[in-house]
């Protein structure tokens, strides 16, 4: 019943009239002219549409299912995903030497939101495939690529992340995994890892763990951990397929949503292992991928807002119930649509511009990663890397409300799993907690990123609000969208500069601060893009647009954002210059 | 693996030292002594942790199932059912004359938050049983309380509401349901109804269903809705069960939550029924209850926030992970529990803070009613009026937030079913919907509580905070709690006053700012619970009481809310005070 249109439309504009990427001066954005986003957007969002969003349900019901040690997935999704694989999606900004595409990953962030919002729970076999390949494709020896990226590449294995164990989840530290070295270059690998998304299906020949384990002798806690390339099936020097390895999945996990996906207890039992990188610098490797990982999971919650919103704005059109207060607007009929309640839309725009903005960050925030990338460029590398905890943070915090807003418009049919709705939510309510649970993207945020590099990426972050402001402080219409933007500029301003006084004093007056700061800072994020967009759309109609509607629309959706969701950022800073007293004034016992 | 123990420490102090129920002259009020309200609390608190709590997730996990016409209900809910009848539990504020033990309403709250805590989807059968009671004891003639009360009061027979229709939720007028006069007092009832929990199930010999319906020829709308009577099986004049009625559920729905509660299509087909209350005056005898209704689901709210705050408070003080940033507090061990860190406690103090005033202010409200009933008093009843979408939709919002809060503490675990927090959270979340969905409460609230009787009650409301803040101005201790509290009050009239002055104008101005006014509110009030759990602690102090540790987190735990959840008011009076426009500017088409 739920059903799923790409926002190809809104997409184009955020590529095209906001970040005007053709411009960018990025290596391969030039080639990102509108004819060509616009092809490869609408053939992924008739993928999305016609093929994931079916399976969406039929995933959840289904959930996967462990017997014998095979598990399998729900009806259909191994067909959906030979046919990714067969029109090359999973890999899109894969190098071509190995078989990818070479696009930026801007492109891969645009086509990822749709195959999300069709389907979380299969698009993140792809996803994690593409975070293990990525991680070798930065660590690993040229053997190591020409043995596993190729075939990664193209999914015919598919990877996964290995991390948790049963008492440690952050605190990697703690980690008992152990990798005995051999003498002959590879490892054994012991041990029990949890939460594995993906780690066993019957959807590849092969699948490629990457294990963070311990290798005897190295240093204690998180400075001796090593990362070790653990295949199902070892691999042939002709690259066919060998013995099967000592690892298996011992358990599938019952969850609260993304039934599709195995999330599997790992058992390695000396499995054989290849060393990934250096010994004893596992995390490094680990965090070079973090920040591509983490703007994959604020994605989703953007993905799963997105796909909730255009259901509960189709079901406010059309479910009759109660009438307009200032005059019936389907006298003919029995009663009104919901949307013409003031309350109904108050739900719908914040649902819209939540979106809207996020999508506008998100993008913002892959351009980042590919100026990093492609062009070497530091600076965007730290403000990627400030930003990136209040993308994950941020947008699957707001994005998991907005999918229970969404749910709330259904009344009573929001509940009842057959119309859809709580599955978006139950789906959207993972990634607050995996790849980092939200309170330690705030932490990450507040405790390490602000500082950085004696804090110039969030002095750029600044003064990047504030030439923009400057630039366009003498445009015709900008000055309802740039006088908010300060104001919560300067509520975000006002925190840091309380963390930096009270922090040197009390570390726990700003981690007390911690969770409001991310939010005031994404706040203060959307806001920017919403000024950003309304410049957009404001040159759009002076320049005499063919769509002015689509261009007011955004002007009246900015404004909301302003006047509805960016007084927020007041009681964020009100929160955090309480300090850390009334959060920390207890003793545990007395709680 | 999750546990239960009942607050009873908690709801002693707020009935006692914080109401004064014995001194507060209501009728059988006097007779609530601490010894007695221990006793009952104590006992109900051990029936919630040993028998309800365990068969939590059992009833997640089986849910109900249909065959052949017949409802069968979680292993063990039927032992329970009897269990809980044999005691008394269902009815100890239901007359005596029908077999009830006469007690007031507050301490059918008190107890009901523990059984709801424990088990909401148990819980319900006997709570819908209370509600479709209490209508008959309202609105039946003599002859129709003595046939079904006795049976009702004792839980032998069960009872249901019956609102919905498949096209018709809130908006009731539209409903089709109809009821021929078969000349002899009697009506023939047909159509379908939805979401009728506990609709049909085996743990009682009878079903007794109220049902509103049409008599042809009444006026149209809601206007021409009339309250029936239609039990499952017809009953002899001697008592004695009799034939099958025309009445049968057609279907249980899949829903996000409360598995153990049937929730039915049930079918009407021609089924024997006897008016209740006047002909056409359906939603009048409907309204009678609501406020009790919907106070008991802005109890179930905080319920569930309570049960999954006791387990997430237990996850952090056991958990390992991580060290105090100020140094190791369990140096032996290979990390500190997760308590120590700042954000954790934020987030453990958010919710603490939330259920202890919750509870306040729902026992608060419990008086009200108690006053109202038992005292005839208007003023109390004009009061509750106002506050009661307040409670239901305040309560159960935040109550939603906070499980979802109390699952982000255990990290990963928290969405693994096994470990029982995502239950909280999915059955917390109907409870924003049924009885009225929350957006529906703010317009009650806005549209309709606010300017009743001339606003006399809203006064009323701000003439008992300032009453509170004058009478404990030279209090020593308590400025610290009364100076947020006025800005806050100051807050809430503010939004009033725009309200009054532009809803003039345009509704929708009042409109669109209708669910930040049911927040604003809500915090005034927890706001104002603090305050007085404040001064009934600050008097324990100074009284030299034996508990100081009690009262001094007490006194922790206000300060919190002052601090970190007041500064709201100003947030929601910003986006009130932005008017109609932001939230209107649209055209539907163009969403």
Redesign the interface.
């Known amino acids: 019943m739920p059903s799923y249109t790409a926002p190809t439309k809104d997409m184009q504009f955020i590529l095209h009239d906001v970040l005007r990427i053709t411009e960018a001066g990025i290596a391969g954005y030039a080639d990102l002219d509108r004819d060509f986003t616009a092809a490869i957007l609408e053939e992924a969002g008739k993928i999305s549409t016609e093929l994931l969003a079916p399976l969406n349900p039929v995933g959840d019901r289904e959930g996967c299912r462990l017997e014998n040690g095979i598990v399998y997935t729900p009806t259909g999704f191994k067909d959906a995903f030979e046919q990714m694989k067969e029109n090359g999606w999973p890999a899109i900004d894969m190098p071509e030497e190995y078989g990818g595409q070479g696009m930026p990953y801007i492109m891969n962030t645009a086509v990822g939101e749709m195959f999300s919002a069709a389907n979380q729970a299969f698009t993140m076999y792809q996803g994690l495939t593409h975070g293990a390949a990525s991680a070798i494709l930065a660590h690993g020896t040229d053997a190591q690529k020409q043995t596993w990226l190729p075939k990664m590449v193209s999914c015919e294995w598919t990877g996964t992340m290995n991390l948790?164990e049963p008492?440690?989840?952050?605190?990697l530290?703690?980690m008992r995994t152990r990798a005995e070295p051999q003498g002959d270059g590879s490892y054994r690998i012991t041990g029990q890892k949890?939460?594995i998304s993906a780690g066993e299906h019957d959807m590849a020949e092969n699948i490629v763990h990457l294990v963070l384990a311990r290798i005897p002798g190295g240093p204690e806690g998180i400075k001796g951990v090593s990362l070790f390339i653990v295949p199902k099936f070892l691999v042939n020097e002709d690259g066919s397929l060998g013995a099967r390895n000592g690892v298996s999945c011992g358990k599938i996990?019952?969850?609260?949503?993304i039934h599709g996906n195995a999330?599997c207890v790992m058992n390695y039992d000396a499995a054989e292992g290849y060393l990934l990188g250096e010994a004893h610098k596992g995390m490094r490797a680990m965090f070079t991928m973090m920040n591509e990982a983490r703007l994959g999971v604020g994605m989703q919650g953007l993905a799963q807002a997105e796909i909730a919103f255009q259901n509960a704005?189709a079901y406010a059109?059309d479910r009759?119930?109660?009438r307009d207060?200032?005059g019936a607007r389907n006298p003919e009929g029995?009663?009104d649509?919901l949307?013409?309640?003031?309350?109904?839309?108050?739900?719908?725009?914040e649902q819209?511009s939540f979106t809207e903005g996020a999508r506008a960050f998100l993008f913002w925030g892959a351009t980042l990663i590919d100026r990093a990338h492609r062009e070497g460029d530091a600076e965007a590398d730290g403000l990627v890397s400030l930003l990136t905890p209040v993308i994950k943070g941020f947008l699957t915090d707001k994005g998991?409300d907005m999918t229970?807003q969404a749910?709330?418009v259904y009344?009573?049919h929001?509940?009842?799993?057959?119309w859809g709705m709580?599955q978006y939510?139950?789906d959207a309510?993972?990634a607050?907690?995996?790849e980092g649970?939200?309170?330690v993207q705030?932490?990450d945020l507040v405790?390490r990123k602000l500082a950085q590099d004696g804090g110039r990426h969030v002095m750029a972050f600044f003064e990047h609000v504030k030439t923009f402001s400057k630039e366009n402080a003498g445009t015709e219409g900008m000055a309802e969208f740039l006088e908010p933007l300060k104001r919560a500029s300067k509520d975000l301003q006002g925190a840091a500069m309380y963390f930096m006084q009270e922090g040197m004093k009390?570390?726990?007056a700003a981690?007390?601060g911690?969770?409001d700061f991310m939010h005031l800072f994404g706040h203060v994020c959307l806001g920017l893009m919403w000024a950003r967009m309304a410049r957009a759309s404001l040159a759009a109609l002076a320049s005499g647009t063919a769509d002015p509607?689509f261009h007011?629309?955004k002007l009246?959706?900015a404004?909301?954002y302003?006047?509805?969701q960016l007084?927020?950022t007041?009681?964020h800073l009100?929160?955090i210059q309480?300090g850390?007293?009334?959060?920390?004034?207890?003793e545990?016992a007395?709680?």
């Open positions: 948790t008492h440690c989840g952050t605190d530290g703690l949890i939460f996990e019952e969850k609260m949503g999330t704005l059109k009759l119930q109660g207060i200032t029995p009663a649509p949307i013409v309640h003031p309350d109904i839309r108050r739900n719908l725009m819209k998991f229970v749910q709330q009344g009573g929001g509940y009842i799993e057959e709580s939510a139950r309510r993972i607050m907690i995996y649970a939200n309170g705030a932490l405790g009390n570390p726990n981690l007390a911690s969770y509607a007011q629309t009246a959706t404004r909301f302003m006047a509805r007084p927020m007041a009681t009100a929160r309480s850390a007293e009334p959060v920390m004034a207890l545990a007395n709680f």
